[in-house]
């Protein structure tokens, strides 16, 4: 399927959109201000062994230490060593060098790997293994054993590392795939002279969003790289001439009077992507929640009453919907366990179906996913990998009035809860009035259905009682003031 990328830049930020068909399916956002690094490879000096965890902290030169787990421990367990507990692996004050594989997300520190990899236009360098790799999405056997030997071929005598050679490989020739060689190879040498410092600090940098756009992101398929920064094309022209020569012809600069996101809707479908509820073309609905420990995804018929039978309708609306939530997924970028409730099906059939649509929609996914069939409850669970933030974390930030809740306590709430207040007040302090001081919807009840209630408590403490609107309260802030 063909594909456009658009690119819009500017000095803080950089944001990317994946089209196909015109429809937005993947969005990804770098700021200058917090740009991820995962990908980055630091000397890192081990802080503190955690053996009932088996992991360790590790200070990478970063305001928060990382976290490395046993599992992702590869150099130090080969051999005679693979079967030895953390403690006896690492200790406080080792040096050590290591791969940051996902950003640090809310409380948790980034995770880290002993084992380095850095990724190129049609491979992947992997300097501590001798062994070569082959990208999954490549299924043809034939073709899989010719591009194995032909990497064989130019490797040079006596290569000690590894590659994976990825999916863009496919139809690379030997030109291409010597290039990627040569230029891994030199970033190894400069880490590895970088490294011999010992101290904590970071060592080789992944590209930026705008570099990365040709390095993973673009293939036989894409059309247009379109480009709203001058400077930005610019510097993509040179990395491309360098390193990926066919691609230069498809890099464009827009230069249009309009901005580049408003031009392909993209500014409309970032607006949506924060809604909890996505709505079907059918007339059904999703609402999608997410939460620290998971993200549930909820399918409604709404309004769709179909033409022919309930089971009918059913069936339709969790048919779209499973193609829906797929491109919900990616351009959302939610990662972790998402538990997803499909309308309730009786058929088998009809689960099959559900399942096997939702399978194929998520083809589409660069992101590494498992997908389990329904459970008893009729719920299907899947995880997708996460490396960094959802756009909603992103963009967002937990709501100062309900604390993430979603829900505030209503204006009649508050009014009892003040009222209980001035009771426990009234009874340990003597003072000549009381105040109160709380939102204009608050005070607003207490002048009306409430009164009653404020007028009792009034004449049973034998104090006054006055009420002040303070506009910045929201509406489950408020201070009893003593006069």
């Given at each position: 399927?063909?594909?456009?990328?658009?690119?819009?830049?500017?000095?803080?930020?950089?944001?990317?959109?994946?089209?196909?068909?015109?429809?937005?399916?993947?969005?990804?956002?770098?700021?200058?201000?917090?740009?991820g690094i995962v990908g980055n490879i630091y000397?890192?000096?081990?802080?503190?062994?955690?053996?009932?965890?088996?992991?360790?902290?590790?200070?990478?030169?970063?305001?928060?230490?990382?976290?490395?787990?046993?599992?992702?421990?590869?150099?130090?367990?080969?051999?005679?060593?693979?079967?030895?507990?953390?403690?006896?692996?690492?200790?406080?004050?080792?040096?050590?060098?290591?791969?940051?594989?996902?950003?640090?997300?809310?409380?948790?520190?980034?995770?880290?790997?002993?084992?380095?990899?850095?990724?190129?236009?049609?491979?992947?360098?992997?300097?501590?293994?001798?062994?070569?790799?082959?990208?999954?999405?490549?299924?043809?056997?034939?073709?899989?054993?010719?591009?194995?030997?032909?990497?064989?071929?130019?490797?040079?005598?006596?290569?000690?590392?590894?590659?994976?050679?990825?999916?863009?490989?496919?139809?690379?020739?030997?030109?291409?795939?010597?290039t990627d060689i040569e230029y891994l190879h030199?970033?190894?040498?400069?880490?590895?002279?970088?490294?011999?410092?010992?101290?904590?600090?970071?060592?080789?940098?992944?590209?930026?969003?705008?570099?990365?756009?040709?390095?993973?992101?673009?293939?036989?398929?894409?059309?247009?790289?379109?480009?709203?920064?001058?400077?930005?094309?610019?510097?993509?022209?040179?990395?491309?001439?360098?390193?990926?020569?066919?691609?230069?012809?498809?890099?464009?600069?827009?230069?249009?009077?309009?901005?580049?996101?408003?031009?392909?809707?993209?500014?409309?479908?970032?607006?949506?992507?924060?809604?909890?509820?996505?709505?079907?073309?059918?007339?059904?609905?999703?609402?999608?929640?997410?939460?620290?420990?998971?993200?549930?995804?909820?399918?409604?018929?709404?309004?769709?009453?179909?033409?022919?039978?309930?089971?009918?309708?059913?069936?339709?609306?969790?048919?779209?919907?499973?193609?829906?939530?797929?491109?919900?997924?990616?351009?959302?970028?939610?990662?972790?366990?998402?538990?997803?409730?499909?309308?309730?099906?009786?058929?088998?059939?009809?689960?099959?179906?559900?399942?096997?649509?939702?399978?194929?929609?998520?083809?589409?996914?660069?992101?590494?996913?498992?997908?389990?069939?329904?459970?008893?409850?009729?719920?299907?669970?899947?995880?997708?990998?996460?490396?960094?933030?959802?756009?909603?974390?992103?963009?967002?930030?937990?709501?100062?009035?309900?604390?993430?809740?979603?829900?505030?306590?209503?204006?009649?709430?508050?009014?009892?809860?003040?009222?209980?207040?001035?009771?426990?007040?009234?009874?340990?302090?003597?003072?000549?009035?009381?105040?109160?001081?709380?939102?204009?919807?608050?005070?607003?009840?207490?002048?009306?259905?409430?009164?009653?209630?404020?007028?009792?408590?009034?004449?049973?403490?034998?104090?006054?009682?006055?009420?002040?609107?303070?506009?910045?309260?929201?509406?489950?802030?408020?201070?009893?003031?003593?006069?």
């Amino acid at each position: 399927m063909t594909s456009e990328i658009l690119v819009n830049v500017t000095p803080q930020e950089t944001r990317v959109a994946v089209m196909e068909q015109g429809a937005v399916q993947e969005l990804h956002i770098e700021r200058t201000s917090s740009r991820g690094i995962v990908g980055n490879i630091y000397n890192g000096r081990v802080t503190r062994v955690l053996p009932g965890m088996q992991s360790a902290f590790v200070d990478i030169g970063l305001e928060r230490a990382a976290f490395l787990h046993l599992a992702d421990i590869w150099r130090l367990r080969q051999s005679e060593d693979a079967d030895k507990p953390i403690e006896r692996l690492l200790y406080e004050g080792k040096n050590i060098l290591v791969q940051v594989i996902k950003d640090s997300i809310s409380t948790k520190g980034a995770r880290l790997s002993t084992q380095v990899s850095i990724a190129g236009r049609m491979l992947v360098y992997l300097p501590q293994v001798s062994h070569i790799g082959i990208s999954q999405r490549i299924e043809d056997e034939t073709e899989r054993k010719l591009l194995r030997e032909k990497l064989k071929h130019l490797l040079p005598p006596g290569e000690k590392g590894g590659f994976i050679i990825r999916t863009m490989a496919e139809a690379a020739s030997e030109q291409d795939l010597q290039t990627d060689i040569e230029y891994l190879h030199r970033l190894w040498h400069d880490i590895e002279e970088k490294s011999l410092t010992g101290m904590p600090g970071l060592l080789y940098q992944d590209l930026n969003l705008s570099h990365r756009v040709l390095r993973d992101f673009v293939d036989d398929g894409t059309v247009r790289i379109l480009v709203d920064s001058r400077e930005t094309f610019q510097k993509l022209i040179a990395f491309a001439q360098d390193y990926m020569a066919n691609v230069t012809e498809r890099i464009d600069h827009y230069a249009g009077e309009r901005p580049l996101f408003d031009l392909y809707g993209v500014e409309d479908e970032i607006e949506k992507c924060l809604a909890r509820r996505v709505n079907l073309k059918s007339g059904g609905y999703l609402i999608i929640d997410q939460t620290e420990a998971l993200t549930t995804v909820d399918v409604n018929t709404g309004g769709f009453v179909g033409v022919r039978s309930f089971d009918d309708t059913i069936f339709k609306t969790n048919l779209e919907a499973a193609q829906v939530i797929a491109r919900q997924l990616r351009l959302r970028n939610l990662g972790g366990i998402i538990i997803i409730d499909f309308i309730d099906m009786e058929s088998a059939e009809h689960k099959n179906a559900v399942l096997t649509e939702f399978k194929k929609s998520l083809m589409k996914d660069r992101t590494r996913m498992t997908v389990n069939g329904f459970t008893a409850l009729g719920l299907v669970e899947m995880t997708r990998k996460r490396t960094r933030e959802s756009l909603a974390h992103i963009l967002c930030e937990t709501c100062p009035t309900c604390q993430g809740r979603s829900e505030v306590r209503t204006a009649q709430t508050m009014c009892y809860e003040i009222l209980r207040e001035l009771l426990r007040e009234s009874r340990q302090f003597d003072a000549r009035e009381f105040r109160i001081l709380a939102s204009q919807q608050v005070i607003d009840l207490f002048l009306d259905e409430e009164s009653q209630s404020l007028a009792q408590l009034g004449d049973f403490i034998a104090k006054p009682i006055s009420l002040q609107v303070e506009a910045t309260y929201t509406q489950e802030q408020y201070d009893v003031i003593l006069m």
